[in-house]
């Protein structure tokens, strides 16, 4: 009887193990991009290196309702582009570098300035932005 009872551990154990394996193999990997709220009016999630980490950002970017895309003609993305986002009076209310092709901002709605700087190249946009995200496609040719 004792030796039924450890084989039947025994073998718990190691199911057990298999199954937390199985899992490990299967569970989405941490996000690696940007994301921060900025003051109560701003939150953005900036990324998109790779496309594990573009699905990652679409589950994560519910209730963003900008969404600028960087890349050049042929379609390739763009990283390291810096961005400047300023409100209809001129205050900027971010400026920094977008860490991947992908960068998501959740604002107020309302008409924004949206500067994007890029190997010597600024592309500037007037953005409204309500409740559904805006896409806005930034291409350089350079």
């Known amino acids: 009887m004792k030796k039924i009872i450890t084989s039947l551990m025994v073998g ?12 490990a193999n299967n569970s989405v990997p941490p996000f ?22 573009r699905q990652q ?6 209730g ?15 990283s390291n582009v810096m ?3 300023q409100n209809p009076q001129g205050h900027v209310l971010f400026h920094n570098v977008a860490e991947g092709p992908w960068f998501y901002a959740k604002l ?6 949206v500067k994007a700087y890029f190997d010597g190249h600024t592309i500037v946009r007037k953005v409204k932005v309500d409740h559904e995200t805006r896409d806005v496609i930034m291409t350089w040719s350079v």
């Not at 950002?57 to 519910?62: G, I, P, V």
């Open 12 to 23: 718990c154990f190691i199911l057990t193990n298999a199954a937390l394996a199985l899992a």
């Open 32 to 53: 690696e991009g940007q994301q921060e709220t900025i003051g109560n009016h701003l939150a953005i999630l900036s990324g998109g290196v790779g496309l594990s980490e």
């Open 57 to 62: 950002m679409d589950q994560m970017a519910k």
């Open 64 to 78: 963003y309702n900008l969404k600028l895309i960087f890349d050049v003609p042929n379609g390739d993305y763009l």
């Open 83 to 85: 961005v400047t986002i």
């Open 108 to 113: 107020p709605a309302g008409t924004y300035t």
